[in-house]
């Protein structure tokens, strides 16, 4: 059945597209508690860099101006080698390049990697809209998760915080249970990702398919509310719905990034045709990417980030994205109450830790902490969990990101497995 259902997408598809050690680091990472921010704030015009990012007052995003939105664009399952490939026109069905995006960035893309949870729509849309590691969410895949818990998401901290300013939220979806909302009161039954974050979002519907209907849904709700602040994503389902047809390499998976691209561009035009794309930041971001040939993705952690944001310095984490937009709302990293801290770092700046400690990720871009002393790199390799194969990460070339081990101490300890550190996990 899941398969007839794919090929239909398909069809509807076609038819639409015209130097440390631990101890130091863990505490480098807690010394700057302060908050630069929001606009107007008394901290935007003291001279002090209150949050130990290295930038002061007006220079700090959150800082730069009160009256902005924040528009996500989710391209689900666009694997970064494929996309890149599309954006050069190396790929004959994508001939023209993918115009809209390169204009919207400048020309500038980020690194989008994945280091915890799996690289699946379920824990992936859930760790962008939140910046909490799978385990804190309860979210590691699309078979072992449950709700994320409530007062966890960028919608609902950004209604907290920032009560007064009157934000409408926005949640628009094209895929079903992956980044539905139902809750469950059946034992035995979970609720869906975002049973709990659906109850305080302004606007919530999922289950539209087609990019048409996001489309449209996207281009009609920004319409309604323009004069008004938005914080929205509009999430298109179908690259990773074509891919697990007929594969990473199909040239429909090509053509569908082509016509994803084709959106945005409509949904600039429409920003601008109102008048307020100038005050609009849009984040165009993946979940996961895809294996290399393959039909679906379990070990595929390397996507793209592009913006019109040009305060981002990095590439990062799939889950740098939400501290990213709670910074520019000058939200902290620690929210109130029980909630906790987020595990991601913003985008505006090099995480605060002299190095990477054991058992934590090296991330691969410019001026990244390193591990510390004495620690190897190891990749980001995993071990297939029904029949113990081992998946290496691919579609992202001469991507060094990994974990940081003792490996070779002769102690098998997550994250080292048999696939990555076979010296001390034998087979």
């Given at each position: 059945?899941?398969?007839?259902?794919?090929?239909?997408?398909?069809?509807?598809?076609?038819?639409?597209?015209?130097?440390?050690?631990?101890?130091?680091?863990?505490?480098?990472?807690?010394?700057?508690?302060?908050?630069?921010g929001?606009?107007?704030d008394?901290?935007?015009?003291?001279?002090?860099?209150?949050?130990?990012?290295?930038?002061?007052?007006?220079?700090?995003?959150?800082?730069?101006?009160?009256?902005f939105?924040?528009?996500?664009?989710?391209?689900d399952?666009?694997?970064?080698?494929?996309?890149?490939?599309c954006?050069?026109?190396?790929?004959s069905v994508?001939?023209?390049?993918?115009?809209?995006?390169?204009e919207?960035?400048?020309?500038?893309?980020?690194?989008?990697?994945?280091?915890?949870?799996?690289?699946?729509?379920?824990?992936g849309?859930?760790?962008?809209i939140?910046?909490?590691?799978?385990?804190?969410?309860?979210?590691?895949?699309?078979?072992?998760?449950q709700?994320?818990?409530?007062?966890?998401?960028?919608?609902?901290?950004?209604?907290?915080?920032?009560?007064?300013?009157?934000?409408?939220?926005?949640?628009?979806?094209?895929?079903?249970?992956?980044?539905?909302?139902?809750?469950?009161?059946?034992?035995?039954v979970?609720?869906q990702?975002?049973?709990?974050?659906?109850?305080?979002?302004?606007?919530?519907d999922?289950?539209l398919?087609?990019?048409?209907?996001?489309?449209?849904?996207?281009?009609?709700?920004?319409?309604?509310?323009?004069?008004?602040?938005?914080?929205?994503?509009?999430?298109?389902?179908?690259?990773?719905d074509?891919?697990?047809?007929?594969?990473?390499?199909c040239?429909?998976?090509?053509?569908?990034?082509?016509?994803?691209?084709?959106?945005?561009?409509?949904?600039?035009?429409?920003?601008?045709?109102?008048?307020i794309?100038?005050?609009?930041?849009?984040?165009?971001?993946?979940?996961?990417?895809?294996?290399?040939?393959?039909?679906?993705?379990?070990?595929?952690?390397?996507?793209?980030?592009?913006?019109?944001?040009?305060?981002?310095?990095?590439?990062g984490?799939?889950?740098?994205?939400?501290?990213?937009?709670?910074?520019?709302?000058?939200?902290?990293?620690?929210?109130?109450?029980?909630?906790?801290?987020?595990?991601?770092?913003?985008?505006?700046?090099?995480?605060?830790?002299?190095?990477?400690?054991?058992?934590?990720?090296f991330?691969?871009?410019?001026?990244?902490?390193e591990?510390?002393?004495g620690?190897?790199?190891?990749?980001?390799?995993?071990?297939?969990?029904?029949?113990?194969?081992?998946?290496?990460?691919?579609?992202?070339?001469?991507?060094?990101?990994?974990?940081?081990?003792?490996?070779?101490?002769?102690?098998?300890?997550?994250?080292?497995?048999?696939?990555?550190?076979?010296?001390?996990?034998?087979a």
């Amino acid at each position: 059945m899941r398969l007839v259902t794919h090929f239909l997408l398909i069809l509807i598809f076609l038819t639409s597209v015209v130097g440390c050690g631990n101890e130091e680091a863990h505490q480098a990472s807690i010394t700057c508690k302060g908050q630069e921010g929001p606009y107007g704030d008394s901290s935007c015009t003291d001279g002090v860099d209150n949050d130990c990012d290295g930038l002061t007052d007006a220079q700090d995003p959150p800082c730069e101006r009160g009256d902005f939105n924040v528009i996500m664009i989710g391209w689900d399952g666009v694997q970064r080698d494929h996309f890149y490939e599309c954006l050069t026109g190396e790929i004959s069905v994508c001939s023209g390049g993918l115009p809209h995006i390169a204009e919207l960035s400048n020309g500038v893309f980020w690194n989008n990697t994945t280091t915890s949870g799996y690289t699946a729509t379920k824990p992936g849309w859930a760790q962008i809209i939140s910046g909490y590691d799978a385990e804190v969410m309860g979210i590691i895949s699309n078979k072992i998760y449950q709700p994320l818990p409530e007062g966890y998401s960028i919608f609902e901290k950004v209604r907290t915080f920032r009560e007064d300013e009157d934000i409408v939220t926005i949640f628009v979806a094209g895929k079903f249970g992956n980044t539905g909302g139902q809750c469950s009161f059946l034992e035995g039954v979970p609720s869906q990702p975002f049973c709990e974050t659906k109850k305080n979002v302004d606007h919530f519907d999922n289950g539209l398919i087609t990019e048409k209907k996001v489309g449209q849904a996207a281009l009609n709700l920004i319409e309604q509310y323009q004069d008004k602040r938005m914080l929205a994503l509009f999430h298109f389902a179908q690259p990773d719905d074509i891919g697990h047809v007929c594969g990473e390499n199909c040239p429909i998976y090509s053509l569908s990034i082509v016509s994803v691209d084709e959106w945005l561009g409509r949904i600039v035009d429409k920003l601008r045709e109102l008048g307020i794309y100038e005050r609009t930041f849009i984040y165009v971001i993946s979940d996961h990417g895809y294996d290399e040939g393959k039909w679906n993705h379990r070990n595929a952690p390397y996507t793209i980030l592009a913006t019109n944001d040009r305060s981002i310095m990095r590439s990062g984490d799939r889950k740098d994205i939400a501290p990213t937009l709670l910074e520019r709302y000058g939200i902290p990293r620690k929210a109130d109450g029980d909630i906790p801290e987020v595990d991601g770092f913003s985008l505006y700046s090099i995480p605060p830790i002299p190095c990477v400690p054991e058992g934590e990720t090296f991330l691969d871009y410019p001026g990244a902490p390193e591990c510390c002393e004495g620690l190897s790199l190891i990749g980001l390799d995993r071990v297939e969990p029904n029949f113990q194969l081992c998946v290496p990460p691919t579609g992202g070339a001469n991507e060094r990101s990994g974990r940081c081990t003792r490996c070779g101490d002769g102690i098998c300890s997550p994250p080292e497995n048999k696939c990555n550190c076979l010296e001390d996990c034998p087979a």
